[in-house]
């Protein structure tokens, strides 16, 4: 059983660009959930996808948004990037067929925004 | 409001002697609660979880917590720590509200001396 990957591990981007990051869920799960932590913070939640719609989303701008595609992998976008975007993202996956409880994590995309 | 508080920031104990970190959560509901452990630069590792039954839960790495509802508390404990417990620790809880999601709390770094 493959574990949730995300991709890429580190990236630096520029204030004011925007950055695609990726998350492939855990097999058989079909939801997929994005959390912000920063630096000295617990992660907070960005969004939820399920079934290719998103299903829920935190206290984020609309400029954070995403996709969910058929395979249930995920993707995180973030355009006009703020020196405050600097974070770890962090995906989870869970599956809604055996109801609510457990998400579990990738290893996180580190952005530093300059 | 749903949060989750971890009063201590920073814990600092001996290699071998007793550990507690505490957990307070704010839910209307039955909770879903979570223990996480998080090393320097990395994702976060499960380390228990609490859905119903038994109120001691036992988890990896000789971690337990206990649920007091009375309290609204799920804290950690270790009978010995060892030095490679020098981590970050997430306390989290699982709401659903409008969509399933995890609030964590700020985390408590913990610092062994040897």
């Known amino acids: 059983e493959t574990g949730v990957t995300q991709s890429p591990t580190h990236l630096i981007k520029t204030r004011g660009q925007q950055v695609t990051l990726r998350c492939s869920s855990q097999s058989g799960h079909n939801t997929v959930s994005w959390y912000q932590q920063a630096l000295g913070q617990g992660p907070q939640f960005i969004f939820q996808y399920y079934r290719e719609e998103e299903n829920g989303r935190g206290n984020f701008p609309p400029r954070f948004s995403g996709l969910q595609f058929p395979n249930y992998s995920s993707e995180l976008n973030v355009n006009a990037l703020e020196l405050d975007d600097s974070a770890l993202y962090l995906c989870?996956?869970?599956?809604?067929?055996?109801?609510?409880?457990?998400?579990?994590f990738g290893p996180g995309t580190r952005l530093t925004v300059t | 409001a749903q949060s989750v508080t971890q009063p201590d920031i920073h814990i600092t104990v001996s290699e071998g002697a007793s550990l507690e970190l505490r957990c307070n959560y704010s839910?209307?509901?039955?909770?879903?609660l979570f223990w996480y452990v998080q090393s320097p630069g990395q994702g976060l590792q499960l380390l228990l979880k609490y859905f119903s039954g038994d109120t001691l839960v036992q988890g990896i790495k000789g971690f337990e917590a206990e649920f007091k509802r009375s309290q609204s508390s799920f804290n950690l404990r270790k009978p010995s720590v060892h030095w490679s417990d020098a981590a970050e620790y997430f306390c989290a809880v699982g709401v659903t509200s409008g969509t399933y999601k995890y609030i964590f709390g700020t985390g408590t770094r913990l610092k062994v001396l040897a």
């Open positions: 989870a996956s869970s599956s809604v067929l055996t109801g609510i409880g457990e998400q579990y």
């Open positions: 839910y209307g509901a039955t909770p879903y």
